[in-house]
């Protein structure tokens, strides 16, 4: 199985996901960012991640990663039960669009635009908008993680995108803090940032 990667990307998300699986994978870094690219990620609009496994090929991260749950039957990461799996659900939905969405905007305008494009209204328009986000975290901290005791697949998007929300400067409490760091601590996710960073 071949994933196409680049550094700091979403591609972790996917790296993640095998390291908790405990499946070996190999990876390609793509020439993400460069006018005259070497490596080029098969992905239709070039885009990371990317996945081949043998004749199938999958794009879109969140595609990929219920690939690789189903494929591999994940007992915890994705549970089979229809009333966990229900809260797997709700906890990515949110995370790949209610939360995401301010804060990639945010992250886009600190640090992929170029700087003379970068507006301060935006700046300030998707800081506010972060924040009101993470106020409404579907996270409850009594709980280690999102959808109870077990770590799942909701929590891999909720966590890359709260740490995107570090990055930016966003102001996260303390439990918020603790559960971004007890997500990072994974042995998985430890290795899947190595390997993705290569
Ligand atoms: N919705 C896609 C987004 C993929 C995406 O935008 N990836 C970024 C890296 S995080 C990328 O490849 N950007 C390069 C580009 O848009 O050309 C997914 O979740 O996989």
Redesign the pocket.
Known sequence: MKIYT?PK???LRVLWTLEELGISYDTVKVD?LEQQPNVV?P?P?????FMVDGDISI????AICLYLCEKYKATTLYSSEIEKRASIHAGLSFALTDLESPIWNLLKQLVFIPQAQRSLEIVNYFKTESSKVIRQLPYDPRNMWVTGDNFTLADIFMSHTLLWAQLCGLELNADINDYIHRATSRPAYLRAQTRNNQ
Do not use: D, I, M, N
């Open positions: 680049y990307s979403r591609s993400l990620s992905h609009r070039g885009k990371v991640p794009e879109e991260t969140l």
